[in-house]
């Protein structure tokens, strides 16, 4: 077995076919068909199967992916750190980001990595917290913020900070009356809502507070697209629930919304920090899983990021 059979396994993983990757790899497939067979040789299981619409790996090959992947991660780091200057951190590291978590830590914490570290490639990965968390635990990412610990409980993690969730609505609606400073759960329940898809952390978090108080909430729409969902909210569509983080990017949005807090419930979602198993981050890695934590507490010291508690 050597790295480069591992290689040609992964893209096919990820293509679903031999052919697609033979031409991503630019290799003949018949020879990258007899490198997956030594591979397979070589490991004593079937590490794929085929189907009418591709390959789909085994239970063997899917075990094997996940230490694949990791391994080439680890080589190009390596790689990275024997070709930097010494003294200096380089290299690439992936960041998983929800888009409300995106809104409020993605250009500061770009600012200061490119300040402090211009040697470091920051790739930061956009997504639901479902789609992020899988490619955390397929080790596609290097750290991650999650709103569980159940998101990847085999990863180490360490709380970030808890943010509110608020009633967000257009400053003129008249959904609820100007002189109201909160509201309650049974008062949004009579509320045309526009919320994120069913699988989405947020929504589960949501519609767990309205059943515990036997309510069923008034959906319109459902919006996965963030910037989409807050400019349906705005042109009077109809209100949401967000942390206040959702309209930090979007300052002319922003203008325009009302933000009410809810009165009767402790509406409240955890941000975890994830990062692959600890002792093998690289330097690179460690320096973003520090200036991710000093970006997020200088954000909520300047009250630039409010509605949020450190933990």
């Known amino acids: 077995m ?7 396994f ?3 993983v990820e293509c679903g076919s031999l052919a697609k990757a033979s031409r991503q790899l630019f290799i003949a ?7 997956l067979a030594k591979l397979e040789d070589e490991v004593g299981k079937t590490l794929l199967i085929r189907t009418a619409k591709g390959v789909l790996p085994t239970p063997n090959g899917a075990a094997l992916l996940e230490h694949a992947r990791f391994m080439l991660r680890q080589l190009e780091q390596a790689l990275v750190i024997a070709r930097q200057e010494p003294g200096s951190i380089q290299g690439m590291v992936s960041v998983g980001l929800a888009s409300t978590t995106l809104c409020a830590l993605g250009a500061p914490l770009m600012r200061r990595m490119r300040e402090k570290y211009p040697g470091i490639i920051l790739n930061v990965v956009e997504g639901l917290s479902g789609h992020i968390g899988q490619m955390l635990r397929n080790m596609q990412l290097d750290l991650a913020i999650l709103f569980s610990r159940d998101a990847a409980p085999d990863l180490p993690h360490e709380p970030l900070i808890e943010e509110d969730l608020f009633l967000m609505l257009p400053k003129e609606s008249k959904l609820v009356p100007k002189h109201r400073k ?3 759960c049974d008062e949004i329940a009579q509320l045309p809502l526009i919320l994120p898809t069913a699988i989405h952390g947020l929504r589960i978090r949501i519609a767990h507070e309205f059943e515990q108080r036997n309510l069923q909430t008034n ?6 697209s963030l910037s989409l969902l807050l400019l349906c909210v705005k042109d009077g569509m109809g209100a949401t629930i967000k942390p206040m983080s959702a309209t930090m990017m979007e300052d002319r949005m922003a203008k325009g919304l009302r933000y009410l807090p809810i009165s009767d419930a402790k509406m409240k979602r955890p941000n975890f920090l994830f990062t692959t198993q600890f002792d093998r981050l ?3 890695t460690l320096a973003v899983h520090g200036e991710i934590k000093e970006t997020i507490k200088f954000l ?4 630039e990021w409010i509605g949020v508690q450190l933990l």
């Open 282 to 284: 690289s330097p690179a």
């Open 182 to 184: 909160s509201v309650r």
């Open 300 to 303: 909520v010291d300047k009250k």
């Open 29 to 35: 497939q018949p020879a990258l068909s007899q490198q």
């Open 219 to 224: 959906v319109v729409a459902e919006i996965d």
């Open 10 to 12: 992964v893209r096919i």
């Open 2 to 8: 050597n790295l480069k059979q591992l290689q040609y």
